[in-house]
């Protein structure tokens, strides 16, 4: 079929239309054709804060295994491929997949050896005292291991709530990170956290494929952390909050003191009358459980006694009451 030449340059208008700068509303993304899995600054950031909240949830878990107080705290976050991480490795470690569900690929948590039988030791019922020369780990061993990990991936799961819904399943336990068939071009995310158990600081990494966030990278925005964490602590403080309503404490208020010598305490008697410490402009002490919390001054409501609170105890100037209390005189009657 020939074109006439009215429609050649109609044709030619076209193309030259739709070749034009795209629409600055129109986003577009630097790919990395070396590191296509590579997360941004701003991912890394959400991420480092997100997985600071495995500080506590962890401590407290190892805590309660191990009977024996342990502290975790977040390390270093950083992405590396797999085999330049498996040659950064200076000491023997055993590696624990993760199928966390609905990401991709297969997460790991590596632990080092000597950890791993100290944890063994203690859950089966020991102090907690390395194997001499012990250097792998038994088929038992890996079935007690698999216990504490289990608890941790709930915690895990917990911690991701705040971007998305996940769940995870703990597979095998492997005798070394280099033995798990990875590519060592792929990259991973490594997060490194420092366990202080038994006064001895152990590096434990939580290894994630770069790819397994390619289906929630979209959630991973400062914006969705801070709202969901929000909604966290006020489930928290709800919670909190209806645990206490139940509780009942004693509050009172002191009107004064008063230091009189032996001699006037067995004459006192009816319509006498004991001078305190504090004048009328003076304010009260309120105590809670017999702490004082506040200052306030007194007054009525209806017919009833009450109080105003002013000023909170650590607020309150050291000339709100009198530190010390003189010895007083007592105006007996008659």
């Known amino acids: 079929m020939e074109l006439t030449q009215e429609e ?57 295994v191990l009977k024996s107080e342990s502290v975790v705290k977040l390390g270093n976050l950083e992405q590396a491929k797999f085999g330049a991480y498996v040659e950064s490795q200076s000491q023997d470690c055993v590696a624990v997949g993760l199928d966390v569900e609905p990401f991709s690929g297969i997460s790991i948590i590596s632990i080092p050896l000597d950890l791993a039988v100290l944890i063994v030791d203690r859950l089966a019922g020991g102090i907690g005292k390395l194997g001499k020369g012990q250097r792998t780990l038994t088929p038992v061993d890996r079935s007690i291991l698999k216990r504490l990990i289990n608890k941790l991936a709930v915690d895990l799961s917990r911690v991701w709530r ?56 979209g959630l991973i925005t400062p914006e969705r952390l801070l709202s969901a964490k929000s909604k966290e602590e006020d489930n928290y403080t709800a919670g909190a909050t209806k645990m206490l309503d139940p509780v009942s404490i004693n509050v009172s208020v002191e009107l004064g003191k008063a230091r009189v010598s032996m001699r006037d305490v067995v004459e006192i008697g009816v319509g006498d009358v004991i001078r305190l410490d504090r004048s009328v ?14 200052y306030g001054r007194p007054g009525m409501v209806g017919n009833q006694i009450a109080i105003q609170i002013t000023e909170r105890a650590q607020d309150a100037p050291q000339t709100a009451v009198e530190q010390e209390t003189p010895e007083q005189d007592v105006d007996f009657g008659g």
Request: avoid cysteine; hydrophobic fraction near 40%; glycine fraction near 2%.
């Open 281 to 294: 402009d003076n304010l009260l002490e309120i105590k809670v459980q017999d702490k004082t919390k506040f």
């Open 162 to 217: 705040s971007l998305t819904d996940v769940s995870i399943k703990v597979l095998d336990v492997h005798d070394s990170v280099e033995s798990l068939e990875f590519n060592s071009n792929e990259m991973f995310l490594i997060t490194r956290f420092n366990w202080y158990i038994s006064s001895t600081d152990y590096k434990v990494d939580l290894v994630i494929p770069g790819s397994s966030f390619d289906s929630v990278r």
């Open 8 to 64: 050649i340059t109609e044709l030619t208008q076209a193309m030259k239309t739709a070749t034009a700068a795209p629409s600055a509303a129109r986003q577009v993304r630097e790919y990395d054709f070396t590191r296509p899995d590579k997360l941004s600054k701003v991912h890394l950031r959400v991420l480092q804060s997100l997985l600071s909240g495995l500080e506590r949830h962890w401590s407290v878990s190892l805590s309660t």
